[in-house]
């Protein structure tokens, strides 16, 4: 992957592109002529101002022949591009595929801008035409979940200040900051109970994995991670149409799904990557996934630190690494390989866990994606 | 680095649910009533968030509102609220921040920002 950061080195998505897919072909010990299919992930073609991206990258990056397509479920994108990935390995379209998720959002256009963009990620025709943010949206469903967990504002500061901490090992980081809970409380307010620091930035960048059968792969001894579990579901798009407007749903259908292909309990989770958007969301993600019987409690006694029992969002998950949209899933997933494999560049899991999970969601945990990640 | 400009101004037909928009422009709230259950949702959504069925019928809300939550951001405010008569839930954009209650009423909306809006009332229950 890419560094994920708001670019002013003058480079362009498609160099970007080419980057993470050039640094993922040279770790698999790979030739690009391997290759039979490209799987692009990218969330708006207002942001690159290129329609039909599939084929524009197939052509940047050497691909042009190979069956190419473009996956797009809003934050969930990159996530969704790689279990459409596995499926084309798996049903034997295809022997070795390149998953390339990009975003440019945090440079090509203005940030008001790429805001009203971002509102019609919900109902357009309601939502979107109030006018109304993400930040206000998420806000909305943070505050069902505090009343009915009794988390405070304290709790999703302390995701916050985590998130940013755990990035500061991280090269690729956006937002490596060394804050405290503290310096969140004080941030200017977006959207209350939200402020700035609760908000994951916009940011540019790539990212790429190689997927394939172990016998596709060369035999370079290198221990590698299968994808054992995953699982997808939808919810009702408009948070006014959920029962409990502070409940993902959907996500609890994905995870279930997905631990259930992996053969797994939720316990044998080691290590996750959650998307934490906001640093609320972190919380009703969790919840959400059966990670906690008690999220709230578990958040205070330090469970999901980087020394803790299940650490979440070692890489600084969206707050801290970074969210170029399309990008994002696919950098999720390379993360947690490289967690469990114990060879990512910033904070590893101390316990060496077998399994870990992955989770994106677009909309407000509308189009939800979770995978299960495990160590050969 | 190059400049780009794109300007896009879109006409969107609305099907079906055009008689709520039209509305909606009058300032009158017009919800879905489910023929199989008698759910009653507005904003409409097309099938009924029960039990599914996609036989509706229109009726007319009163749209007077209760505010759920409420958000402030600097220079507006929204709020998850449930209109008079309706099952499910709306955010709607505050037309008066500035005033701080549980109870509303639907406004027309500014041209600039077709979707639901409500006038907060001043002398409502202030828990909010």
Known sequence: MTPFNRRKDGSSWRDWCRDAFVGALADAALEKSAIDALVVASESDFFTLQLNPASM?????????????????????????????????????????????VEASASHLDGKTVGILLSHSFDSWTDGFTGVSSTSIYALSAMAFMERTKATVNDLAAVAARNRQNARANPNA??????????????????SPYR?????????????????RPEDLPNTGV???RIS?????????RLGDRADPGRFRAKETAAKRALAAAGITAEAIGVAEVYDSYSGAQLQALEALGLTPDVVADERVGRFASCGELPVNLSGGLLGQGAPVGATGVAQVLVTAQQLLGSFPGLNPRSGPKYGLVDSHGGIATTCAVSVLELL | MTKHRLTLDHSLPKGRL????????????????CS?????????????????????????LSGNAVVIHRTDTPDRAFALVRFEGAKNSAVVAIANPDVRSSWGRLVISPASAQGLTIELNDKGNEHV
């Open chain 1, 57 to 101: 990258i197939a052509d940047t990056i050497g691909l042009v022949g190979c069956r190419s397509c473009r996956v797009e479920g809003g934050g969930a994108s990159g996530h969704l591009a790689v279990h459409a990935g596995m499926a084309m390995v798996l049903s034997g379209q295809a022997r070795r595929v390149a998953v390339v998720g």
């Open chain 2, 18 to 33: 055009t008689p709520y928009f039209e509305a909606l422009a009058q300032g009158r709230a017009l919800a879905e009533c």
């Open chain 1, 223 to 225: 221990v590698r991670v």
């Open chain 1, 196 to 212: 700035r620091l609760d908000c994951c930035p916009l940011s540019d960048g790539a990212a790429c994995v190689i997927l394939s």
């Open chain 1, 229 to 237: 579990g995953t699982g997808a579901a939808s919810d009702r798009a």
């Open chain 1, 174 to 191: 956006h937002l490596p900051l060394d804050i405290r809970e503290e310096d969140v409380a004080v941030s200017p307010v977006i959207s």
């Open chain 2, 36 to 60: 199989s259950c008698g759910r009653v949702q507005f904003p409409p959504g097309g099938i009924c968030g029960r039990c599914d069925a996609a036989e509706l019928a229109w009726t007319s």
